[in-house]
């Protein structure tokens, strides 16, 4: 899933929180709004199942702009259910099998359109490249879960869920590179299946997990994950951001400016009494 609704639940591996949201995201406030409305995340993730179908007919009967809009509102219903989980205090180990297995039928009719598309192509043995690259992908998807249940990690590599939703709409929307992207897909897929099976067979026999480096930058994730958890600093330094402008209006004027000076102010507040400029102006004068 895209938003780690999984995550939030009591059977976290390892402790490990899921990432939280971008900052624009949480301003938006959707799934506060939907769990008010008595939406449950359960309904969100119906909704996206239902979108898939959609989704699956629309790219089969050729409609693949049509397609590619419902791909988008999938991925948002995905990124909406944790979020509605989260503000109706829903989060349960039921709730969370539940979102695994709908992400793996939804992805099975997305890809299974993809492929009826194909039938009707020159060449209808292009039909079992989506059904190659959904295949890959529940290795993927298994070669987690499966490390997870073992206690090690096996997140992170080039293609995830959210990534190939992401190629897999730029294929249907330059449907004229369809198949070259679809190739590329798969061979993604590949290099990130063998990329986890590589890092938990490392873990399982001691060695250490190497840090692969990409433009400069450490990548044990992808560089999507990466992103959606710098959004969770955002709220951190607006926070610091608004303690530093409140101490600035609540010192006067001419202590900030002493202070900038290197004038030390000796004199305390008495309680229950605000000492004013003149007295500590007299006060400094004084001390000099």
């Avoid at 710098?230 to 926070?239: L, N, Q, V």
Wanted: charged letters at 25%.
């Amino acid at each position: 899933m895209i938003d780690g609704r999984r995550g939030r639940t009591n059977r976290a591996p390892l402790g490990v929180a899921a990432p939280a949201p971008p900052a624009w995201w949480r301003r938006l406030r959707i799934g506060e709004r939907l769990a008010r409305a008595g939406v449950t995340a359960d309904m969100v993730t119906i909704a996206g199942v239902l979108t898939a179908v959609a989704t699956a007919v629309s790219v089969g009967t050729g409609h693949l702009y049509v397609g590619v809009a419902l791909i988008t509102v999938g991925g948002l219903m995905d990124a909406l259910d944790g979020a509605v989980a989260k503000a109706g205090k829903s989060a349960s180990p039921r709730g969370a099998y539940f979102d695994s297995v709908a992400d793996r039928l939804s992805d099975f009719l997305i890809f299974g359109g993809v492929a009826w598309y194909l039938l009707d192509r020159p060449d209808p043995r292009l039909a079992l490249l989506p059904l190659a690259i959904l295949g890959v992908s529940s290795l993927i998807s298994y070669q987690r879960a499966k490390a997870e249940s073992l206690g090690f990690t096996a997140k992170g590599g080039l293609m995830e869920r959210a990534e190939r939703l992401i190629l897999l709409s730029l294929a249907l929307l330059v449907h004229v590179v369809l198949v070259p992207l679809l190739w590329l897909l798969l061979a993604l897929c590949v290099a990130t299946a063998i990329g986890r099976f590589r890092r938990v067979w490392r873990q399982a026999s001691g060695a250490p997990t190497p840090v692969y480096r990409f433009a400069g930058q450490a990548r044990m994730e992808s560089r999507w994950r990466m992103l959606r958890e710098a959004g969770a600093h955002d709220h951190e330094r607006a926070a610091r951001r608004r303690a530093r402008r409140a101490r600035r209006v609540s010192t006067p004027l001419s202590m900030r400016v002493r202070t900038a000076f290197g004038v030390e102010v000796t004199a305390a507040k008495r309680p229950g009494r605000e000492r004013s400029v003149r007295a500590l102006r007299r006060r400094v004068t004084t001390d000099r």
